[in-house]
């Protein structure tokens, strides 16, 4: 027997529908309540209490609406989740496990990640590979302004570009690293900016590993959705035409309504 609820996507803003985008590409029958924070974005230069709180006013909504899980689809967020949200009646999962794993699974032995100031602060992504394989090299270059930016919409094409290449340098320059993982969603919104910088790179998207984490769970709990039809809804506490925006940008379908709350 199977669970027709929504999994409940939460994000500080767009960023999280990069995962969504996996999510419909490859488990189109799970519905999908979106929530983007978009009003309180950025997050990666919040504290870990301000952070906290609208996170769980997050959840708690998403829970109102009766979801089977909520997927963490921000790696700042992902950060404290464990140590909030582990108690709650569903699965919250965070997105920088998977990807820790993925490094390991890989035998990758030296990687770099690109993420938020708060992120990076809090070496979330170093523990989590080191305690599986501690000869792993993790360097980091946090980004105060990136996430802020690509939320907005309104970027230009050079104002992206110059910033991507100043973080892929400072970067770099630290440990000359083949494999990035782009630690904030937002960042994969804007890959082509990435790979135009540094064509060799392995840049590891962590939005994938997340959905098959989720999927395997769900499998494991007998609560993978049989609909049909699933439904897309997203939510935002912000304007919902930077969500039009997005979603075209990631060439994904058009969700059944799109709410400003
Ligand atoms: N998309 C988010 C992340 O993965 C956060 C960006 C932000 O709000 O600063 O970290």
């Known amino acids: 027997m199977g669970d027709n609820r929504a999994i409940g996507v939460i994000d500080s803003g767009v960023g999280g529908l990069t995962v969504v985008k996996e999510f ?3 488990f189109p029958q799970e519905s999908i309540i979106y929530l983007g924070d978009n009003k309180n974005v950025p997050y990666g230069n919040k504290t870990e209490q301000e952070i906290y709180e609208l996170t769980k006013n997050m959840i708690d909504f998403l829970i109102e609406k009766d979801v089977k899980l909520v997927a963490v689809a921000c790696n700042t ?30 035998s990758i032995k030296e990687v770099g990640v690109i993420a ?32 802020g930016i690509i939320d907005s919409g309104s970027f230009t094409d050079d104002e992206v570009q110059e910033l991507v290449n100043l973080h892929m340098t400072n970067l770099l320059s630290k440990r000359n690293v083949r494999d990035v993982i782009l630690g904030c969603t937002h960042y994969p919104i804007v890959i082509d900016k990435f790979i135009k910088n540094n064509p060799k790179i392995n840049f590891i998207n962590p939005a994938y590993e997340q959905v098959m984490y989720i999927d395997n769970l769900l ?14 809804q997203i939510y935002t506490t912000g304007s919902k035409d930077i969500y039009y925006k997005m979603l075209d940008i990631l060439t994904i379908e058009k969700p059944d309504n799109i709410i400003e709350i």
């Open 116 to 147: 938020t100031m708060f992120t990076v602060s809090t070496a979330a992504y170093d523990k989590l590979i080191r305690e599986q394989d501690e000869s792993v090299e993790i360097v980091s270059e946090g980004c105060p302004t990136l996430a």
């Open 219 to 232: 499998s494991s709990k007998g609560q993978k959705s049989e609909l049909e039809k699933s439904e897309f």
């Open 24 to 26: 419909r590409n490859v």
């Open 77 to 106: 967020i992902s950060t404290i989740v464990d140590k909030y949200f582990s108690s709650y009646n569903i699965p919250v999962v965070n997105i920088i496990k998977p990807t820790a794993d993925y490094v390991v699974r890989e």
